[in-house]
């Protein structure tokens, strides 16, 4: 019985049959690494090279000579500069709203009894399941009533209301500390607000990284809150901006990969420094059941 | 004594000897419950002015004919009748259903069998996960605009390398029957990773015993994968294909940048009419009627899901 299930294991991967799977999945596995990278391999290539070789035929894999002066251009003749500084704007504050607006919650949830709290803790996750669409017309009428159409400010403010994701995801972890630590502390006579700010957030410090990539990436790349309430080219964030290299008659590929690629950059680089935060963020989001 | 459970805790908020510890001299600043609503008030605003406020105000503003300026004029079911004759929401409607239909499945099954291939201990895993990851955290204009580049007719790569092969390229977007599918392309690329992360997670759930307890059976590979591996899959797979099929319903980006919805409406899905109802043509009224129709068909489709899960969800 013991015996038999240590014995089956090892052997086992050294068979031809399983070399050849192990073959298999390797060549699938590279393959589609393959595939995923190309693209933006050829979109960063294609900003290296002027705009007449960008349309040579057969395409000129390696760019060379491979110049800069797509990015020179685009930093300088439009206000790509600007762009990115907007973004980061926009991004930076709404994250700071969603981690703090969400934790407060989240420890309520967790920490303090009163009144109707599980009833309210299930309309919030019920709110997760309301599509953007049918909530956002009437947002803009709200904001073209109190005139903050044509500012930031739609895209920043609602961050510090809470998010019922970031509120589920905190309260869960909250509810894994030992309800010692908060006790301890009320001894201490640390009022609930202490306990939050001295106690948990620092003890949280993993899952508020995760939530902070989340919401970071969803503000960077979001395209339709800039659409619809941004129309000051000054205001512009990155995503919006990249739309409007695309003319109606002709497109100027190079200057528009090239901005392409400058979205990229951040993002990117958050991702590959906290990689493990991101992807068990990006994980939890989906198994949020 | 100071480790009470939530169920005893239920109890115990109005007991009488929390009673009588609530009301002897407690200031109502030190009041659990005021403390309490003090910390969820911005979720609390937050939740009537940016949730369900609007939910309650579209569902008005859908019986409702105006722009933004006046003020809207009631029109009954006028909205909701005007939106089944005409012919661009059934045109809408039908896109977003090929899109559905041919990113979802497909996508699941292409990212199953990625997760089994990273299921399989190899080296270097982490770098596959790190590349497949890169269209995930990608923003869909930047995916956009990279691969309408590679769409292009005439100078595209794609069509470069399919000329290798002698097969002469469709002019993709440019093409009423090849625009969908170049978009659903587009889109399973870009969901690969994030649906194998998650097939990878259910996967390595699956207790090794039930393995090895086949191949005393005598089980091969593939009966292996079928009759343990799919099944204890399930909830995995229902999980993904409705997550799948909510994100699908409501793809937007994709038709905006790449097409506008065209050639000849067809990529125009449902939420791009929805939005240029609501931002081009100023009808609110109308744009939240059919957010409403939208709404509607997510929540039948879940809840048709969440019926038949029983007929092929294995839960443990």
Not at chain 1, 215 to 223: I, K, P, Q, R
Not at chain 2, 134 to 143: E, H, N
Not at chain 2, 198 to 217: H, M, N, S, T, V
């Amino acid at each position: 019985m013991a015996m038999s299930s240590v014995q089956l294991s090892p052997p086992r991967s050294r068979s031809v049959g399983s070399l050849l799977l192990m073959g298999l999945a390797y060549l699938l596995l590279v393959l589609t690494a393959v595939s995923m990278i190309f693209p933006f391999y050829w979109m960063a290539a294609t900003s290296l090279k002027t705009e007449a070789r960008v349309f040579a035929f057969p395409p000129e894999w390696i760019p060379s000579p491979a110049i800069l002066d797509n990015y020179i251009y685009i930093f300088t003749e439009l206000p790509f500069g600007l762009y990115v500084y907007n973004s980061l704007k926009v991004s930076m504050l709404w994250t700071l709203g969603v981690v703090l607006s969400s934790s407060l919650a989240a420890y309520a949830f967790a920490r303090i009894r009163f009144r109707g709290r599980d009833a309210l803790f299930m309309i919030t996750l019920a709110a997760l399941m309301i599509p953007g669409q049918i909530t956002m017309i009437p947002l803009y009428v709200v904001m073209t009533r109190i005139g903050w159409v044509d500012t930031q400010l739609p895209l920043i403010v609602p961050a510090y209301f809470g998010s019922a994701f970031g509120i589920f995801l905190l309260r869960q972890y909250f509810m894994t500390i030992p309800q010692e630590l908060n006790d301890a502390a009320k001894i201490d006579g640390c009022s609930h607000f202490g306990i939050y700010w001295r106690i948990m957030l620092p003890l949280a410090k993993a899952v508020l990284a995760t939530l902070a990539l989340l919401a970071f990436m969803g503000s960077w790349n979001d395209l339709l809150g800039p659409i619809i309430y941004l129309y000051d080219g000054d205001l512009f964030t990155l995503p919006l901006a990249l739309t409007r290299f695309r003319g109606q008659y002709y497109t100027q590929w190079a200057y528009m990969m090239s901005g392409a690629t400058v979205s990229l950059v951040p993002i990117l680089l958050v991702f590959l420094f906290t990689q493990q935060y991101f992807v068990r963020g990006v994980v939890l989001s989906g198994l949020k059941g | 004594m100071s480790t009470t459970t939530s169920a005893e805790d239920k109890r115990g908020a109005w007991s009488p000897r929390r009673r009588i510890e609530l009301s002897r001299g407690t200031r109502l600043l030190n009041n659990e419950h005021v403390i309490g609503y003090l910390f969820v008030a911005p979720l609390i605003l937050g939740l009537l002015v940016f949730t369900y406020g609007p939910v309650v105000a579209a569902f008005g503003l859908s019986f409702t004919k105006g722009d933004y300026i006046s003020t809207p004029k009631w029109i009954g079911l006028d909205n909701y009748s005007a939106l089944l004759r005409e012919d661009l929401f059934w045109k809408s409607l039908k896109n977003t259903l090929y899109y559905v239909v041919g990113v979802v499945p497909a996508g699941m099954v292409l990212s199953l069998l990625l997760a089994l291939a990273m299921n399989q201990k190899l080296r270097g895993i982490v770098v596959f996960r790190t590349i497949f990851f890169l269209p995930t955290i990608t923003s869909s204009v930047a995916i956009s605009l990279m691969w309408l580049w590679i769409y292009n007719p005439e100078f595209g790569v794609l069509n470069f390398l399919l000329k290798q092969f002698s097969i002469k390229g469709p002019a993709w977007l440019s093409s009423p029957t090849w625009a969908m599918p170049a978009v659903i392309i587009m889109a399973i690329w870009r969901g690969l990773g994030y649906n194998m992360l998650i097939y990878l997670a259910g996967l390595q759930g699956i207790p090794d015993i039930y393995y090895e307890a086949a191949e005393i059976d005598g089980a091969g590979k593939f009966a292996k994968f079928w009759h343990i591996t799919v099944p204890l899959l399930s909830p995995t797979t229902f999980l993904l294909l409705i997550l799948g099929m909510i994100g699908a319903f409501q793809v937007f980006e994709y038709t905006y940048v790449m097409t506008g919805g065209g050639p000849v409406y067809s990529t125009l899905t449902l939420v791009l009419h929805i939005y240029n109802n609501a931002f081009r043509n100023f009808q609110m009224g109308y744009a939240s009627a059919l957010a409403y129709v939208l709404f509607f068909i997510l929540l039948g489709l879940t809840i048709i899901q969440f019926r038949l899960q029983n007929r092929w969800v294995h839960y443990e």
